[in-house]
């Protein structure tokens, strides 16, 4: 099953209008989409090794421009948005990354933008605490861009070896991510309660 998700991924990726879809999905990652953009940068990167830069550069630049769209949203809409978030598992987030914004200030928008976290809760919080936009601006592109340049290179360098252990082990990697989120989600529910 996941083999055949995996193979036609790898095919959508090279498909002409793939970096219009990454664009959008980097941008709208960064605000208020829950999908990180490394679902179509890693294959398209391991589908056309020699654009694996471009593609990194494009989704920093649409996830820079996504964060801003977040800030815009934190800045103007927060107290519109913040009896829905209330309700939602965003609002815990929320408030740590409020936490860690009040203490370390765009040095948490930094780290927040490199780490596999929902950036958008970053994103969101720095427009609600009206953090100065340009230095926002500069880390979010400076984060995110390390991520991605990170992650290009690696797939990039990596050898033809990699991309068929990863078909190989695929259907594996697949359910064993479907049992992590069915355990985590059973995990919170009951916690919750």
Same mark, same amino acid.
């Given at each position: %099953? ?37 679902? %179509? ?20 630049? %649409? ?131």
């Amino acid at each position: %099953m996941f083999q055949k998700l995996y193979d036609k991924t790898l095919r959508w990726s090279r498909h002409r209008h793939a970096p219009y879809y990454l664009g959008f999905v980097s941008f709208a990652d960064s605000s208020f989409f829950p999908l990180t953009p490394l679902v %179509m940068l890693a294959p398209m990167v391991l589908a056309q090794r020699d654009k694996a830069f471009q593609f990194a550069l494009l989704t920093t630049l %649409m996830s820079a421009l996504g964060g801003i769209f977040g800030y815009g949203i934190g800045y103007f809409l927060f107290e519109m948005i913040s009896p829905w978030l209330q309700t939602t598992h965003y609002w815990n987030d929320y408030l740590a990354a409020k936490t860690e914004v009040d203490k370390w200030g765009i040095w948490a928008v930094l780290i927040g933008g490199f780490l596999p976290i929902p950036y958008k809760v970053f994103t969101i919080t720095a427009g609600s605490l009206n953090v100065a936009l340009l230095p926002f601006v500069l880390v979010s592109t400076i984060g995110r861009g390390s991520r991605f340049f990170l992650i290009a290179f690696l797939l990039k360098s990596s050898s033809k070896k990699l991309e068929t252990k990863l078909r190989d082990y695929i259907n594996k990697i697949g359910w064993v991510s479907v049992a992590t989120i069915v355990i985590s989600v059973s995990v919170y529910q009951f916690l919750k309660n």
